[in-house]
């Protein structure tokens, strides 16, 4: 059995930025990853084979309540979801790490606050190409830098909406977005500004992607070994155990075995909690560090709608995914609990529109409608609940979940319709509109954490502060499983910035 210093498993938003962190360990370093290299490919740009045959999807069928049959929305490749995420890089606000009350009641403190984030957050910035404005946004915490990349510029229609929210008093900011994009040297610019980003993958690796920024470069090191179309099955404890000796893995048609010093979890928040709990054994009955029942209990995956404005005035924006608005993250006068944020989507066509649209709409009905709109993202804090939950029954992943704290993020769907039929009113930029709004149903788990809450105490939680199990010595979980709650911003930011701050605490104290 070959032995190794580390062994990550996944290469997502935290295994891949963990692998950045210690690449210069002079450890010896295994990397597990269940999916392979995603293909570049003319597929990876066509609206078809990605919105509506899922290409880069699974095809593995998951279980809800009743036991019926869930389609999840993700995806197993070298970056994980990151090689199709819309590459929004939010920190979480200041106040998103202290207790909050909200309509539908408390999201909890976490036992770090933003400061301890703080440089983390900076230093991931940096290494995942953010654009951005600092100072625009009414609800972005205090920052120690600028900025290392310009905010993406918006185009014509874009502007225009800009300045009329402004003119009404609202504080839209440049969305922190993460892409290889040089706007002064647009013949060098590996971005191209296209109109196939968000939810696509990047055909030339233009978006800063966890493959793209941290795996790949990481690879230039001999200690660093990945094994790709490598499924870790099971996690083996010693006799009493207290520790971690190596990985199950499923690779080239048989199964190997795999031995390490330390052990890292990095298969996103249902998969992490799914592995912890399938490699239950007589020392941990109810699954791997598993003591307090927390394990795969407080699931949360936010609460998400897509708004389109549809009007009689031509959107030609390409890229449209430059704008974002937080006056409502925090209620406002009439509503005084927190609401969510909402941000520009990337710009739809009738082929994206089509699977929400009645099977008799003609066509070009859904050219006109994909023409005239302006697409919003609407985000809503979920709260951590003990019954919204992942588990491993009879060899099937299941996810039990109800939504929660519903109120506010109707206030915030309600609120922005109002906002733009205000502008519409007095501006003109988008008359004689009609809104529609789509609730992202369960199998949408892009933004996926909660599964394995860190905390001081062993019996609320199942990681102490840098997100190692409290019963088990190596084993550590790098994900956006640690999250005690979820803010209202989407979290991959905050995963990089983790990652990297348990890979300095590992750099600094333990290897």
């Known amino acids: 059995m070959e032995h190794y210093d580390i062994i990550i498993i996944g290469t997502g938003a935290g295994g891949g930025t963990l692998l950045h962190a210690l690449k210069d360990s002079g450890k010896k370093i295994l990397v597990l990853e269940r999916g392979t290299f995603l293909p570049r490919e003319k597929e990876n740009w066509d609206t078809i084979e990605v919105f509506q045959k899922e290409r880069y999807h699974t095809k593995e069928v ?3 309540e009743g036991d019926k049959d869930l389609h999840p929305g993700t995806g197993y490749w070298v970056g994980g979801n990151t090689k199709v995420y819309g590459a929004a890089l939010f920190r979480l606000r200041e106040k998103d790490f202290e207790q909050t009350q909200h309509a539908g009641g408390i999201s909890p403190e976490w036992i770090l606050k933003y ?16 654009h951005g404005k600092a100072g625009v946004d009414p609800t972005e915490p205090p920052r120690s830098n600028e900025y290392a990349y310009a905010p993406i510029s918006n185009e014509p229609a874009i502007q225009e909406l800009e300045e009329a929210l402004v003119k009404e008093g609202h504080n839209p900011f440049p969305i922190p977005m993460g892409i290889k994009l040089n706007e002064q040297d647009k013949v060098n610019s590996t971005c191209i500004r296209c109109n196939t980003c968000d939810g696509f993958p990047c055909m030339i690796h233009a978006k800063a992607d966890a493959e793209v920024n941290a795996v790949r470069p990481s690879l230039n090191n001999t200690n660093i070994t990945l094994l790709t179309e490598a499924k870790v099955t099971k996690l083996i404890t010693n006799a009493t155990g207290t520790a971690i000796t190596s990985v199950n893995v499923e690779h080239d048609g048989g199964v190997k075995e795999f031995a390490a010093d330390i052990f890292v979890v990095s298969a996103g928040a249902v998969n992490s909690a799914v592995l912890l709990l399938k490699s239950a054994n007589d020392k941990h009955p109810n699954g791997l560090a598993n003591a307090s029942g927390l394990a795969g209990r407080n699931f949360m995956k936010h609460n998400n709608a897509a708004m389109l404005g549809i009007t009689l005035k031509k959107n030609p924006t390409i890229f449209q995914k430059t704008l974002a608005i937080s006056d409502y993250y925090f209620g406002d006068a009439d509503f005084k609990f927190p609401m969510g944020c909402v941000q520009l989507m990337g710009k739809s066509n009738k082929d994206m529109l089509s699977g929400d649209a009645p099977f008799f709409t003609p066509g070009l009905i859904l050219d006109e409608m994909a023409e005239h709109a302006v697409d919003w993202w609407l985000t809503g804090e979920d709260l951590p609940a003990a019954e919204n939950r992942v588990q491993f029954i009879n060899g099937n992943i299941h996810v039990d979940y109800t939504d929660n704290n519903m109120e506010g993020f109707t206030r915030l769907q309600d609120k922005w319709k109002d906002v733009l039929k205000t502008i519409n009113g007095d501006h003109h930029f988008i008359p004689h509109s009609l809104y529609l709004r789509k609730q992202i149903p369960l199998q949408g788990v892009a933004h996926q954490c909660g599964t ?8 609320t939680s199942v990681l102490d502060m840098f997100c190692k199990t409290h019963e088990i010595a190596n084993l550590y979980v790098v994900d956006g499983s640690f999250f005690p709650s979820s803010g ?3 979290p991959s930011l905050t995963i990089m910035a983790n990652a990297l701050r348990v890979g300095k ?7």
Not at 115 to 130: H, N, R
């Open 452 to 459: 394995l809450r860190f905390g001081k105490d062993a019996t």
């Open 505 to 511: 605490h590992l750099m600094d104290n333990v290897l």
């Open 488 to 490: 209202a911003v989407n």
């Open 115 to 130: 400061k301890d984030y703080e440089p983390f957050y900076a230093e991931a910035e940096k290494l995942y190409d953010v």
């Open 62 to 64: 998951w279980k809800t």
